[in-house]
């Protein structure tokens, strides 16, 4: 006769308890980018509601900025760093084929009990993440899980590029997942269409870079058109998916926090889902640019302070990019 | 459906999009240069055409339709 395997004890739901960001302090305006691609401040901002963004600078690394986000989510919580768990990394830009930044994001913290590792899925890395701790704490398999979403964009970006030097930028933003005694967070509906992978990708490979070095090391290259067209068509309809997932309408929530892609991009859907007057819409993007994985807990942070939405109150997040690839869920706000 | 309705479908749809007056929006009109509508507000209107007209508008196509009445005219053609 086998021996049995035991499991922990599972848990009714699992929530946010905190956030923290961390936004670095350059600020870069839309004159000093603009002429370098014959452009202007006017332009810019209608073509994707950015006024300003944030450069790290060149010593402040992904890590870093990942450590400082999660070192005060995870104050606000109340957490000791030996209590964490697993710590989930969500970055493109950690400039290390290995080992993962989340590894010694975890050693600095202090995080000696935590698993760690690095979430490659671009703009959607966060929600993944968010959908993957709510899984490991809702098991028993963790209690606290540290959520980062970081990017450090203006590494891997040109800003000669008259596509994509005022949209990307850096910052970091991170949740601390914890047990709770009702569902906190909702079902994660995810998902990805890789036939459309050249929509959002890298000027060259590293192989092909080292092969044949072409005036640039490989730098972000996005077709934009497709790209909003599959955000608004399709990703307009993973939002319907994740609010009947978690059996609720869109009239119960007091906000919605899509991925700060483009302003043109959430108006789009928030006209395509029809979203009621009353939802708070976050547009962090207007000031912090599109910085990938890190985008929807710095506009989730900034939205609730802004707005001064309550706690408890429920909020739709979704990321989408590069993949192609999209999570969404509803969760309650810390 | 008549040229007509295909017409007021979609300066409806231009209005909601762009928010340009429905008065500007006649048949010898350029989305870009006349109406100010952007390639991104383009994707949008042309996304809204398919929904409310039953057609299909593949990506190579949109770059012909440079005049209100290139659309009205592919919409009839792509609903016979």
């Given at each position: 006769?086998?021996?049995?395997?035991?499991?922990?004890?599972?848990?009714?739901?699992?929530?946010?308890?905190s956030t923290g960001t961390f936004?670095?302090?350059?600020?870069?305006?839309?004159?000093?980018?603009?002429?370098?691609?014959?452009?202007?401040?006017?332009?810019?901002?209608?073509?994707?509601?950015?006024?300003?963004?944030?450069?790290?600078?060149?010593?402040?690394?992904?890590?870093?900025?990942a450590l400082a986000a999660a070192g005060k989510a995870l104050a606000t919580a109340?957490?000791?760093?030996?209590?964490?768990?697993?710590?989930?990394?969500?970055?493109?830009?950690?400039?290390?084929?290995?080992?993962?930044?989340?590894?010694?994001?975890?050693?600095?913290l202090?995080?000696?009990?935590?698993?760690?590792?690095?979430?490659?899925?671009?703009?959607?890395?966060?929600?993944?993440?968010?959908?993957?701790?709510?899984?490991?704490?809702?098991?028993?398999?963790?209690?606290?899980?540290v959520?980062i979403?970081?990017?450090?964009?203006?590494?891997?970006?040109?800003?000669?590029?008259?596509?994509?030097?005022?949209?990307?930028?850096?910052?970091a933003g991170a949740v601390v997942?914890?047990?709770?005694?009702?569902?906190?967070?909702?079902?994660?509906?995810?998902?990805?269409?890789?036939?459309?992978?050249?929509?959002?990708?890298?000027?060259?490979?590293?192989?092909?870079?080292?092969?044949?070095?072409?005036?640039?090391?490989?730098?972000?290259?996005?077709?934009?058109?497709?790209?909003?067209?599959?955000?608004?068509?399709?990703?307009?309809?993973?939002?319907?998916?994740?609010?009947?997932?978690?059996?609720?309408?869109?009239?119960?929530?007091?906000?919605?926090?899509?991925?700060?892609?483009?302003?043109?991009?959430?108006?789009?859907?928030?006209?395509?889902?029809?979203?009621?007057?009353?939802?708070?819409?976050?547009?962090?993007?207007?000031?912090?640019?599109?910085?990938?994985?890190?985008?929807?807990p710095?506009?989730?942070e900034?939205?609730?302070?802004?707005?001064?939405?309550?706690?408890?109150?429920?909020?739709?997040?979704?990321?989408?990019?590069?993949?192609?690839?999209?999570?969404?869920?509803?969760?309650?706000?810390? | 459906?008549?040229?007509?309705?295909?017409?007021?479908?979609?300066?409806?749809?231009?209005?909601?999009?762009?928010?340009?007056?429905?008065?500007?929006?006649?048949?010898?009109?350029?989305?870009?240069?006349?109406?100010?509508?952007?390639?991104?507000?383009?994707?949008?209107?042309?996304?809204?055409?398919?929904?409310?007209?039953?057609?299909?508008?593949?990506?190579?196509?949109?770059?012909?339709?440079?005049?209100?009445?290139?659309?009205?005219?592919?919409?009839?053609?792509?609903?016979?």
């Amino acid at each position: 006769m086998t021996a049995q395997l035991r499991l922990p004890a599972t848990r009714p739901g699992s929530r946010i308890m905190s956030t923290g960001t961390f936004r670095p302090a350059r600020v870069v305006t839309n004159d000093e980018l603009a002429p370098r691609i014959d452009s202007s401040d006017a332009w810019i901002r209608e073509r994707t509601g950015i006024v300003e963004r944030r450069f790290a600078a060149p010593d402040e690394s992904v890590a870093d900025m990942a450590l400082a986000a999660a070192g005060k989510a995870l104050a606000t919580a109340g957490v000791a760093p030996d209590a964490v768990g697993m710590v989930l990394l969500a970055s493109v830009t950690h400039p290390y084929q290995t080992p993962s930044a989340a590894a010694e994001v975890a050693d600095r913290l202090g995080a000696t009990n935590a698993g760690a590792l690095d979430i490659g899925a671009a703009c959607a890395g966060f929600c993944y993440g968010l959908g993957l701790a709510d899984t490991i704490v809702r098991t028993g398999t963790s209690e606290y899980v540290v959520v980062i979403g970081v990017e450090k964009l203006t590494d891997f970006v040109s800003l000669d590029d008259r596509g994509a030097s005022f949209i990307f930028a850096d910052g970091a933003g991170a949740v601390v997942v914890g047990p709770s005694d009702h569902p906190g967070i909702g079902p994660v509906v995810w998902g990805a269409d890789g036939s459309q992978k050249d929509a959002i990708t890298m000027t060259q490979s590293w192989v092909e870079y080292r092969d044949e070095p072409g005036e640039h090391y490989p730098v972000l290259t996005m077709q934009g058109q497709a790209v909003f067209r599959w955000a608004v068509g399709e990703i307009s309809k993973v939002c319907t998916e994740a609010l009947e997932a978690a059996g609720i309408t869109s009239d119960d929530l007091v906000a919605f926090v899509p991925h700060q892609a483009n302003m043109r991009i959430t108006d789009a859907m928030v006209r395509a889902l029809k979203l009621p007057e009353h939802v708070v819409v976050a547009r962090d993007i207007a000031t912090t640019g599109n910085t990938s994985a890190a985008s929807v807990p710095l506009a989730l942070e900034a939205v609730i302070e802004s707005a001064d939405l309550p706690s408890g109150g429920l909020a739709l997040l979704v990321g989408f990019g590069a993949g192609l690839a999209y999570a969404a869920q509803v969760v309650e706000l810390p | 459906m008549s040229n007509t309705e295909i017409l007021d479908g979609l300066a409806a749809i231009v209005n909601e999009v762009a928010g340009t007056p429905i008065a500007d929006i006649t048949p010898d009109k350029a989305f870009i240069d006349d109406l100010d509508v952007d390639s991104l507000s383009m994707v949008e209107v042309v996304m809204a055409c398919e929904d409310k007209f039953g057609v299909s508008i593949p990506d190579g196509e949109v770059k012909n339709l440079k005049t209100v009445g290139d659309a009205v005219a592919y919409i009839e053609k792509a609903q016979a």
